[in-house]
């Protein structure tokens, strides 16, 4: 699975610090999704969390850091549905509850959007999100390596490939999904399920 680097805090957490910690990324999740991370204030994220901006500061080194540990909720939210999917017996059913969950939660979608158009444009960040990017494509190949053992196929390309090549097309169909919700069908979920073994 994904090595998620947990972001670093100024201090050591107590059990109200992690409760503060995680309101303020879950506040901040649904700010940064509603209004995008430009747009997206301190002011207002400590607001949505129910703390002043003090609190904030207190927690995360400023935005970016703040923004690091939203994206790092996103690895996670993304790592579960990645086992369920990896271990369905219907690759189409997988791939079609991936999509529902999308459509469930689209602050999901729109974080990582927020966070990848941000991030590309500053070389410190990019090369943190490049890293986790690459943790998201292990864990994938993993879940292909263990699908491929579980089902005795073979496959034409590296598992490495196919995961690039899985998650290219499942972030494409979510954001066609996401602008059209009868975009993505069946049909399509069971195009993408051919592609897993």
Do not use: C
């Given at each position: 699975?994904?090595?998620?680097?947990?972001?670093r805090?100024?201090r050591?957490?107590t059990?109200?610090r992690a409760?503060t910690?995680?309101?303020?990324v879950?506040?901040?999740?649904k700010?940064?999704a509603r209004?995008g991370?430009h747009?997206?204030t301190v002011d207002e994220i400590?607001?949505?969390?129910?703390?002043?901006?003090?609190a904030?500061?207190?927690?995360f080194d400023?935005k970016d850091?703040?923004f690091?540990?939203?994206?790092?909720?996103?690895?996670?939210?993304?790592?579960a549905?990645?086992a369920?999917?990896?271990?369905a017996?219907?690759?189409?059913r997988?791939f079609?509850?991936?999509?529902?969950a999308l459509?469930?939660e689209?602050?999901q979608?729109?974080?990582?959007?927020?966070?990848w158009?941000y991030?590309?444009?500053?070389?410190?960040l990019?090369?943190?999100?490049s890293s986790?990017?690459a943790?998201?494509?292990?864990?994938?190949a993993?879940a292909i390596?263990?699908r491929?053992?579980?089902?005795g196929?073979?496959?034409?390309?590296p598992?490495?490939t196919l995961a690039?090549?899985?998650?290219?097309?499942?972030r494409?169909l979510?954001l066609e999904k996401?602008a059209?919700p009868?975009?993505v069908?069946?049909?399509?979920?069971?195009l993408v399920?051919?592609l897993?073994?």
């Amino acid at each position: 699975m994904t090595n998620v680097v947990a972001v670093r805090s100024k201090r050591a957490p107590t059990e109200r610090r992690a409760a503060t910690h995680s309101r303020l990324v879950e506040a901040a999740t649904k700010v940064v999704a509603r209004r995008g991370f430009h747009a997206a204030t301190v002011d207002e994220i400590a607001d949505e969390a129910g703390f002043s901006v003090g609190a904030l500061y207190s927690n995360f080194d400023g935005k970016d850091d703040l923004f690091l540990a939203v994206f790092d909720g996103h690895l996670r939210w993304y790592e579960a549905r990645l086992a369920a999917a990896a271990s369905a017996a219907d690759p189409g059913r997988a791939f079609g509850d991936w999509m529902d969950a999308l459509m469930e939660e689209p602050e999901q979608l729109l974080v990582f959007i927020e966070f990848w158009a941000y991030a590309v444009r500053k070389p410190k960040l990019r090369r943190t999100f490049s890293s986790r990017l690459a943790d998201l494509r292990s864990a994938m190949a993993e879940a292909i390596e263990g699908r491929l053992e579980a089902t005795g196929s073979d496959l034409q390309v590296p598992p490495a490939t196919l995961a690039v090549v899985l998650l290219a097309v499942g972030r494409g169909l979510a954001l066609e999904k996401l602008a059209d919700p009868d975009a993505v069908d069946d049909a399509v979920a069971e195009l993408v399920a051919s592609l897993v073994p």
